[in-house]
């Protein structure tokens, strides 16, 4: 059975892979090959003895950076084996931010091919030349892009069939409504003098429904201001 999602890693690194992705309900869903994971090895392309990516920055300045020829014959490779859909995206502080509709779009996808960079970047010409998208998963720098790609795999993977369990799990978690989720509560009904808010004992389905959407709301709005914003006038587009 072909698995539901494929990741190609383009990587100096490929030990870091699978990582934690390997483990728990990701690891199990890639031993079952519900999803599969190939890692190319950037030096593979290298055509001296030394294997090097690398070479001083054009203009001058500090640190390396990854060259252009090597990477169009990695990328190259990895869109021989993907399929046209998938998108071939590249972990930088710059790229557009990872969100839960990205995430989405990936999985429908079918796939992604990541472009891991090390060193103080990629030769610009290679992102214009391979329609490479850029992608961040936040606002600060890593030493590499591996860190960042298995962050947004497993908001990926998560979502395949068969991963997580139950669907309506995904549905009420947090940014697929575009709120914040509403607060969790389990046994003992009473912990140091803190009870379980009654409405969540009531066995009344709907108040209990009202009152995750309040809190839920309440939350946004003093948190997320910039996601509140986009929720509201979300709502107010729909009436």
Same mark, same amino acid.
């Given at each position: ?81 993907? &399929?046209? +859909?998938? *998108?071939? !995206?590249?972990? =930088? ?11 989405? @779009? ?86 140091? &003098?803190? +009870?379980? *808010?009654? !409405?969540?004992? =009531? ?11 309040? @809190? ?24």
């Amino acid at each position: 059975m072909k698995p539901a999602f494929t990741a190609q890693i383009l990587t100096l690194f490929p030990e870091m892979f699978p990582g934690p992705l390997g483990a728990s309900l990701a690891g199990r869903g890639l031993e079952a090959e519900k999803w599969a994971l190939k890692t190319l090895d950037i030096r593979d392309f290298s055509s001296d003895k030394h294997r090097s990516v690398d070479d001083t920055p054009a203009g001058g300045g500090p640190g390396m950076v990854m060259r252009a020829d090597i990477l169009g014959k990695a990328i190259d490779a990895a869109k021989h084996e993907a &399929d046209p +859909e998938w *998108p071939v !995206v590249y972990m =930088s502080p710059r790229g557009r931010r990872f969100d839960q509709a990205e995430a989405r @779009r990936w999985q429908q996808a079918g796939g992604v091919t990541i472009l891991c960079g090390r060193f103080e970047g990629v030769d610009e010409r290679v992102l214009e030349a391979r329609e490479v998208e850029e992608i961040s998963v936040g606002d600060f720098v890593l030493s590499g892009g591996e860190p960042a790609a298995l962050v947004m795999l497993d908001a990926v993977v998560r979502l395949l069939p068969g991963i997580m369990g139950a669907e309506e799990t995904l549905n009420e978690e947090s940014f697929e409504s575009g709120l914040l989720e509403y607060p969790h509560y389990t046994r003992p009904q009473v912990w140091e &003098d803190r +009870e379980i *808010p009654a !409405v969540l004992t =009531s066995g009344h389905h709907g108040k209990v429904a009202e009152w995750r959407r309040e @809190r839920a709301e309440e939350i946004t709005r003093i948190r997320r201001p910039d996601m509140w914003s986009t929720y509201v006038r979300n709502k107010e587009e729909k009436v």
